[in-house]
């Protein structure tokens, strides 16, 4: 059956209104009335500081809220535009916003405006995150990746203090660097920018991929990991993300993430299942934060309270997952009481050995990303408390031994890889 | 044949800015004259054009091109005689041609009698007729309008030891207009040409007249006390005149100028003049709408003077930083067509000889609210050279045909005043009035056309403007409306095909027929009005009941 359009009717006229535009910032937004208009604000400030003469337009996809948002971030461009005394730039400026019931996870809304930047034919599309505040010479620096650098896809690269984003540290980023052999810092791309190259390749490729995939951004990042497009990094600093929203359940968030990276990983095995080692990405890192760090916001200990239950209760679903050498290491981490260990090459092999069966699927595949978060909850308790108090630079190089771990295990990822289910 | 006189009748004149010195030379000395202007009258009654403004042609040393005048009550003999200049006269009234002639109000050349006699002493009766002080650090703060030549506005007399005042070139000290002696002479200049027959003046630097300190010595009440004399007695002694100002200001400044309807008749509007250019390269209406909704509402007996390009640098002064360097990188990215905060470029090469631009530029200056003013020589796309120094390369020899010295003159070539255009592109081979003249579809049968079909209404001259905001920014749509009669303008700005719909429920019955076709549209209903424009195309609708 065929999918709808993603473009709905009003959102083609105001496409149509504005034509051709070199650059476009996307906002996909629900209930973000708090944080929207300071969004807007930031977009305003860095078209008119770092891009006046660029043909510009930011575009809301709402998902339907009932707070006011997409009148927040009208009201935030307009007042931009009308500030006494301030000139008004010398081009018309567009902010169109489109309501999409429905679309309530940012991947479906990315979806939304890459189709949207493809049909108004944008050099350069900046996606931001509407739970977090980017400055604009932050957006500015996403957008120059494309325009300056040639990038088709322009990743962030975040100061993260110790034991910030364990998801992405140890989970995400060594698998996709595993697997791509490109050692991409933020694979979920919180914000990036595309150009339009990329953006035409999402959207039609998009068509195909499946709901799973499509959770997060990680689909648009397989799609430039796995074509012929230059990749970009580039430091923003810390991440700002506005406190006080309501968050999804780690076990949800999981699920999501989890359940798009294996997706996109198996959609895209062509691509990578000949790769080894792995390059980085050209473009600015970030650095650690060698600040004074805060306190992580999980107690390491709490979380491997139940590991040893977990593995014990979930045995025979491991069994079918893992291979026998990973099971036995897995019990023997698991056996000793208060045990705060989970090695790099158990946990590298817990990795592979379930994106292989992801790939296989030995089972249903949400069981199998289910199953594997008690484990992921046992392995970030261990990486906390072996890394308390460490310095970020430490814990940078525990996560660059994490990576090489399961660049290691590539063979066997690839061997596996062929077996049936 | 004269045509008796019509009240207000430069609102509803196309007016044609032409150098007697380039235009036509009848004794093949290399410089035009009276003469030779006199020959080409047909072919400016042709055109369609009402009323021609000459550039100066008085007594001078040329160190302005003539804007430096030494002598007011006489004509350069390189351009002819007074009686030269009457016949130019009568022959242009038998056509139905007006003339007007520069007045160049605010300064004399330093070879002018009455400062070779202010100069030569402290205590000489003319000593007042100029502005001198000890030092050169009065009216400190107040900007230099010749950057590039000029280092101040004061510049040392040897003689008399002072320094004098000038606003423009070193060598054209200011009048000093708190002077009534001044005032006086000066009415008496008008009143001498006025009595030979001229139509009225085109009044140079205005803005300037009256230094006060602590000002910007620009725009200051007094000066409009001046104004209001020289006006007051024009309207005491002749009928049908037009005084038409040259004060480069923002349209709020410049409306003072036209005082109750006691003052000017006509002033340009700068500052519109590069935004036209802006909304083309741009492909976006905004320039044009946000000065014209700034634009106050003037005397109803006045009028907007708008052009596209004249004798001078397209003039950057009325814009900001940010559109000025934009501009420049756009329109004039070889620095040496840059000059004294503007571009010293023709219409056509600013528009990379492009027939489609120049047409809808036209359109515009023909459409938008004003009396339009056509600089020499852009009815048939000259070209220009910007190595000619100063602002001579857009006022080179006008090209009327393929030959020797393009028709201008029988001289020798290095005779010239200025050297002709003669390169592959827009030298006077290519680009000529007889040429254009055989071809049915040249750049200036086209113009023709278009000022015919302007004056086939006089929406154009006198109308209404009510922009509309169709959600499609490259397109440029209003309405020109006067008693009852409304015409509708789009302009596709953009250089690519465009859609756009109009509101025009307001008209909704309205049949549109295009002007120039005669073409019928369908009658305007109550959904939005769709139209498709080819690049760079434009529209002219009369709206009819029918």
Known sequence: MAEPSLIPDDLLRQIIGVGQVDLLIGLTTYQHATTAGDVAAAVRACWRTHFPRLRTALLNVDGGSSDGTPLVVQHAWDDGTRTAGVPSGLRTTHCITSVVPEITDPGRGTRVLLAAGDLLQAGTIVVLDADALLAPGGIAALAAGVRDHGADLVAPVYTRPAGDGLLVTQLVRPLVRAAFARRLQEPLLPEFACSGRLAAQCTQAAWTANAAERGTHFWIAAQALSGAFALHQCALGPRNVVAGRARQSLQELFGLVVGSVFAGLDAHSDAWLGRSGSEPIAGSTAGPDEGPQAEPPSDGSRLLQSFAQDVANLTEILRTILGPDTLAGLLAASAEPGSAEFPDPLWAATLADFLTAYHRAVMRRTHIAQALLPLYMARSGAFLLAHRGSTAGAVEEADETLGACLEELKPRIVERWAQPA | ?546
């Open chain 2, 1 to 546: 044949m004269s045509t008796p006189p019509v009240p207000g009748w430069y609102k509803d004149a196309v007016f044609y800015q032409l150098h007697v010195k380039t235009f036509c030379d009848s004794d093949n000395d290399g410089v035009g004259d009276f003469r030779g202007l006199t020959t080409k009258l047909d072919y400016l009654r042709d055109l369609g054009v009402d009323c021609l403004w000459l550039l100066p042609t008085f007594p001078s040393p040329f160190r302005d091109d003539g804007y430096d005048i030494a002598d007011y009550y006489a004509i350069h003999p390189g351009y002819g005689t007074l009686e030269d200049f009457r016949a130019f006269l009568d022959a242009a009234h038998a056509r139905g041609l007006k003339v007007i002639t520069e007045l160049v109000t605010n300064h004399t050349s330093d070879r002018h009698p009455w400062f070779q006699e202010a100069r030569s002493s402290r205590d000489n009766p003319r000593r007042d007729w100029y502005v001198w002080s000890d030092t050169d650090d009065k009216y400190d703060g107040v900007r230099i309008i010749f950057l590039d030549t000029e280092p101040s506005n004061w510049a040392w007399d040897p003689v008399s030891k002072q320094y004098y005042w000038h606003r423009f070139f070193s060598h054209q000290p200011d009048l000093n207009y708190d002077n009534p002696a001044v005032r006086e002479e000066m009415w008496n200049v008008m009143k001498y040409w006025l009595d030979m027959g001229v139509d009225g003046f085109r009044v140079d630097a205005v803005p300037y007249l009256i230094e006060r300190e602590g000002t910007s010595c620009e725009n200051l009440p007094e000066t409009h006390d001046v104004l209001k004399f020289l006006r007051g007695k024009l309207d005491e002694h002749f009928d049908n005149k037009v005084l038409l100002a040259e004060a480069n200001q923002w349209p709020e400044d410049v409306r003072p100028y036209f005082g109750d309807g006691d003052e000017f008749h006509m002033a340009f509007h700068f500052p519109l003049m590069p935004r036209m250019f802006m909304a083309l390269r741009l492909e976006d209406r905004k320039p044009i709408v946000e000065i014209l909704e700034r634009t106050p509402v003037i005397p109803d007996a006045c009028q907007w003077g708008i052009f596209l390009r004249n004798h001078d640098e397209l003039t950057l002064e009325m814009v900001t930083a940010e559109e000025r360097d934009y501009m420049y990188d756009e329109y004039a990215r070889d620095p040496v067509a840059r000059l004294n905060l503007g571009i010293r470029r023709r219409l056509a090469p600013l528009l990379d000889g492009d027939r489609r631009r120049i047409e809808l530029m036209n359109g515009l200056l023909m459409s938008l609210p004003g009396s339009p003013i056509i600089h020499y020589g852009d009815e048939i796309g000259m070209g220009d050279n910007i190595y000619l120094g100063d602002r001579n390369g857009v006022r080179t020899p006008m090209q009327w045909n393929g030959g020797w010295n393009a028709g201008f003159s029988g001289a020798d070539p290095e005779r010239l005043a200025f050297a002709m255009i003669s390169n592959a592109v827009y030298g006077y081979q290519a680009v000529n009035v007889a040429a254009q003249e055989r071809t049915e579809h040249s750049l200036l049968n086209w113009m023709r056309r278009l000022i015919r079909v302007r004056k086939s209404s006089r929406v154009f001259s006198r109308g209404s403007l009510q922009f509309l905001s169709p959600k499609n920014h490259r397109v440029l749509a209003y309405i020109r409306a006067l008693d009852g009669e409304q015409v509708l303008v789009v302009n596709n700005l953009a250089g690519s095909v465009q859609a756009v719909e109009l509101d025009l429920k307001a008209l909704q019955g309205l049949v549109p027929i295009e002007m120039f076709g005669h073409s019928v549209f369908p009658r305007i209903g109550e959904w939005p009005y769709l139209l498709t424009l080819g690049p760079y195309h434009f529209y002219w609708f009369r709206l009819r009941r029918v």
